[in-house]
């Protein structure tokens, strides 16, 4: 265990803790913008710049181990300058157009210059200027807006491992781009959206399909309904309709894939089914629950006495849970009688 | 072996190459063949003679007889002249090597005479394609000492005993480097050689891979036995095409003498290297960017800690060091730590390889022991300032330093000194400034280079050098304001503390020591809209001066964009600075002195 204290407060931590993950046991947040801790360690924002022990050189809180004895300030007079600084600096190459921006309420840069008072940039220099890129049939990249903090790059390299980004160009030219920068339909992104989720401004983001502000919308964890697998995600609802999905920590690390991120019309689909159907007159009709179960047992039990249990067979689908297949497969065997059960898992 | 009367060193480094010395050695081989001196006089192609300036370079042995800035058709004359007849072409001999009359020998020339070639031994003496020269100047005699008689501690003992710093540019103590690596936990150890040189106008590793590439294989055979490592690479720019084909040969060479590979010297160590070639980006002379390279990813920088010491090449622990560093390791093998350390300062021990360029005489590269003065490597070493003008600055360290005033010049240059003034010595840059140079353009110089070869990766070096830069433009367009002034400061500041990695956080050097030392120069350009050194092209207006006016017209005449007017013979001639794009033709055309900038 290592000893030491952060802005005047002192705590015991795990060799080999960050300054970043200490300080958050003693609720004090530094601010990140490139930091994920699922992710190698990459420090490239400096945006969570710290003051150790008086020291002139500010490292960064989210790679800098801790060390016994260590002073670490957060928010001193020198670390407040330099955070000032890099705001003024990234805004300098941002657009502000944060009135009609999709990302306003949820942008890490608006959060940080709101709270170190960051109105606009001092400086009136060059801007890069580039095309967005719409190929993607779900989301979009508008490197206009990026900060080149690299999560993207990273999570698509790292987790999702389909190295579909990468970094283009150096110095003031850097961005994120595709190879030979021919865009996202003509890479191998699998539109899983997890750069997505991760993009702490509107560089990358889902094209929407309803317009909505993030504070206008309520978060409800649910279990994503599409494979077994059980990711854990939160629904954007707005006016009672899901907009938007984020995935949530979970069996899924939170990463999703591209039904799980992008596939959520049908759940306001005039065409979903919302009631069982029976036919009736050679025509489906709408009817109750009770009704549609009173028919099913109603023709099972006349099948079963006509044509005995080997009469019938179960399919099973992935999108339902384990155990729900395990009771479809004891319904078939204990209460129809037959082992000719299967599911529709397979290649 | 052959014995012959004469020995006809060429030089095969870059500098006199472009200039045509390969041809002058055919014409040389030709030319002996020709006169029957075949086994009486024989030509070596050697590297760097470091008087870059002089080049192309030929010495003819035994009387050291130094001709310079040769072109093919002298070789006729010293091949029947000196070689023939025995008679020392003095025409074409480099002009300080003659004394009231007499020639000097090579070693009694003022540029080498201060000078104290440890690294550079063997620059411009041997044949660096032929094993056996180097071999006979007690090459691989340090390895095989080492393997036969040392413990893996000795050898690191040894180097840190020495004082030996880092030659890179951050001066870390070399021996320390070498115990973290040999004390890391690793199943797998790599040595690295990081030959990515990047300062402009350095070009001391290149010299060294292209005169004595062994030494470096040698010294990396060394490093490998004491830290414990199998593997070596050497990351060289793919730009240095003498150099890495040099390097090539010597590996070649040295595997099949057993020097490299399994078993070397019949013992247990085996040690292999390869070449990794690097596509020219300055960022991948940082440590951590070049293991990326050399991993076959994006040059960028990685945090640290971990250090390349506990995790390096495919996350392996590995010991990096520049190829100046490794060229001094076998001398101090050889000759002891004792003597390695009576060289120098207190903390800097041993000699430094510079490049000196700019406003010098003597352009090329120098080996002085640390504590030598700025004024004696400038001056003495370096022949001073052309046209006598006055001495104005050094920058030193490239990029990453700063610039040092007059007012310094009798520094002894050493690490820290360096620092102290706000420069580094970095890879051994030595730019020297007069009279002539604005140091604002000088500044705006440096800056466009980081400018350009920042990686992209953190914030304060991508968007803060490219902000720095365009404020020191405005100042030098003659729209920069006091705000900008104190901006640029604060900037750097934030630049220097905030940064990834070494080229970000030195970047502002330029910039802060120009600040610190010429704010003078700087609140000219503000305040009264002047460059003092004439040299910001947006404040300057060109006048002819009526009263030295002959009228001649010669000015007219040359104005590529028909700016002056007057009549020849009749009228004094006037400049109409809205038209004139200050290309500076009037000025040097007119006869009389009657044209002036300010």
């Known amino acids: 265990m290592v000893t030491l204290s952060i802005n005047g407060q002192r705590v015991e931590v795990e060799q080999d803790t960050t300054v970043l993950e200490a300080a958050a046991t003693i609720g004090i947040k530094i601010p990140t913008f490139c930091h994920d801790p699922r992710l190698k360690p990459h420090g490239s924002c400096r945006i969570c710049v710290v003051e150790v022990n008086g020291g002139k050189n500010l490292p960064t809180a989210c790679v800098t181990p801790v060390y016994e004895g260590m002073e670490v300030e957060t928010e001193g007079e020198e670390v407040v300058t330099a955070r000032k600084e890099i705001l003024d600096l990234l805004l300098a190459d941002h657009p502000l157009e944060c009135l009609t921006c999709e990302k306003a309420g949820e942008c890490t840069l608006q959060d940080l210059c709101y709270q170190y008072g960051i109105e606009r940039t001092s400086y009136d220099g060059e801007r890069n200027h580039y095309e967005i890129d ?18 993207c790059v990273m999570v698509c390299d790292q987790l999702q491992e389909t190295h579909a980004i990468g970094f283009a160009e150096r110095g003031f030219e850097t961005h994120i781009a595709t190879p030979m920068e021919r865009g996202l339909s003509e890479s191998t992104c699998v539109s899983c959206g997890n750069c997505v989720s991760v993009c702490p401004v509107d560089a990358l983001a889902p094209k929407k399909k309803t317009k909505f502000r993030y504070w206008e919308t309520e978060k409800v964890r649910t279990t994503c309904s599409y494979c077994g697998v059980g990711c854990q995600m939160d629904l954007l609802v707005k006016d009672n309709k899901v907009v938007e999905v984020q995935p949530a920590e979970g069996v899924n690390d939170r990463m999703l894939c591209v039904k799980g991120k992008f596939a959520f019309d049908f759940l306001s689909h005039p065409n979903r089914l919302k009631m069982p159907l029976i036919r009736k007159d050679g025509r489906l009709q709408e009817a109750s629950w009770e009704e549609a179960y009173d028919t099913i047992i109603g023709k099972i039990n006349s099948i079963k006495e006509e044509n005995g249990p080997g009469a019938f067979a179960g399919l099973t689908s992935a999108r339902c849970s384990t155990e729900d297949n395990y009771m479809m497969q004891k319904f078939m065997r204990a209460a129809i009688g037959t082992n000719s059960v299967d599911h529709c898992a397979r290649l | ?429 030595m730019i020297v400034m007069d009279e002539d140079n604005c140091m604002v353009d000088i500044a705006r110089f440096f800056l466009d280079f980081t400018v350009e070869e920042s990686c992209g990766k953190c914030t304060p070096c991508r968007d803060g050098t490219k902000r720095m830069l365009e404020m020191l433009d405005k100042i030098a367009a003659g729209t920069g304001t006091v705000e900008d002034l104190t901006k640029l400061q604060t900037l750097a500041k934030t630049i220097k503390n905030a940064s990834l990695c070494g080229l970000g956080q030195t970047a502002p050097n330029p910039v802060l020591s120009t600040l610190h030392y010429f704010m003078d120069e700087y609140e000219a350009h503000v305040h009264e809209k002047r460059c003092p050194a004439g040299v910001c092209k947006a404040l300057l207006n060109y006048m002819v001066i009526d009263e030295k006016c002959k009228k001649c017209g010669i000015c007219a005449a040359k104005c590529p964009v028909n700016c002056i007017s007057g009549t020849k013979g009749k009228t004094v001639y006037h400049i109409d600075t809205e038209q004139c794009i200050k290309c500076n033709a009037c000025l040097e055309a007119c006869p009389f002195d009657a044209i002036k900038k300010g």
């Open chain 1, 134 to 151: 719409y190929s993607n049939d779900f989301y979009y990249s508008d490197q206009n807006k990026c900060i080149k903090c690299g999560k």
């Open chain 2, 1 to 429: 072996m052959e014995l012959y009367r004469s020995h006809i060193l060429v030089c095969g480094g870059t500098g006199c190459v472009s200039s045509d010395s390969l041809k002058i050695e055919e014409r040389f081989i030709d030319l002996i063949e020709k006169n029957d001196l075949k086994n009486e006089a024989k030509v070596v192609k050697t590297g760097c003679f470091g008087l870059c300036e002089a080049g192309p370079i030929v010495i003819v042995y035994p009387e050291g007889a130094f001709y310079s800035q040769l072109k093919v058709e002298d070789v006729d004359t010293i091949v029947s002249e000196h070689l023939v007849k025995g008679r020392i072409v003095t025409d074409l001999l480099y002009k300080e090597s003659i004394q009231e009359g007499e020639m000097q020998s090579i070693n009694d020339v003022g540029f080498y005479k201060k000078q104290e070639r440890v690294a550079l031994r063997n620059c411009g003496v041997i044949n660096p394609e032929v094993i056996e020269e180097y071999i006979a100047y007690d090459g691989y005699e340090a390895l095989g000492r080492v393997l036969t008689d040392m413990t893996p501690e000795e050898v690191i003992q040894i180097v840190k005993d020495s004082g030996l710093r880092g030659r890179g540019g951050g001066g870390f103590p070399t021996g320390l480097k070498w115990d973290f690596t040999a004390k890391a936990e690793g199943d797998q150890k790599y040595v690295a050689c990081n030959a990515d040189e990047g300062d402009p106008g350095a070009f001391m590793d290149r010299s060294v891979l292209e005169g004595d590439p062994h030494v470096i294989i040698e010294s990396m055979a060394i490093a490998a036995y004491a830290v414990g490592a199998n593997k070596g690479y050497v990351y060289i720019r793919a730009e240095y095409p003498i150099a890495v084909n040099r390097l090539q040969i010597a590996i070649d060479q040295a595997k099949d003498m057993g020097l490299l590979g399994e078993n070397i010297f019949d013992t247990d160590f085996s040690f292999d290297m390869e070449i990794r070639l690097g596509a020219g980006a300055f960022v991948c002379g940082e440590e951590t960017a070049l293991i990326n390279s050399i991993e076959g990813k994006r040059g960028m920088p990685r945090p640290r800690p971990p250090f390349p010491a506990v995790k390096g090449i495919f996350n392996k622990p590995t010991l990096l060091n520049n190829v100046e560093t490794y060229a001094n390791v076998p001398q101090i093998i050889l000759r002891g730590a004792e003597w390695f350390s009576s060289i120098g300062t207190e903390k800097s021990k041993g000699t430094k390889v510079f490049a000196l360029g700019g406003k010098i005489n003597n352009t090329g590269l120098l080996e002085i022991p640390m504590g030598t003065t700025l004024r004696e490597a400038i001056y003495d070493v370096g022949g001073g300032i052309p046209n006598g003008k006055a001495f104005k600055a050094v920058q030193t360290g490239g990029p990453s330093g700063g610039c040092i005033p007059a007012a310094h010049i009798d520094t002894p240059i050493d690490y820290d000194n360096l620092i102290e003034l706000g420069s580094m010595m970095g890879s051994g840059g």
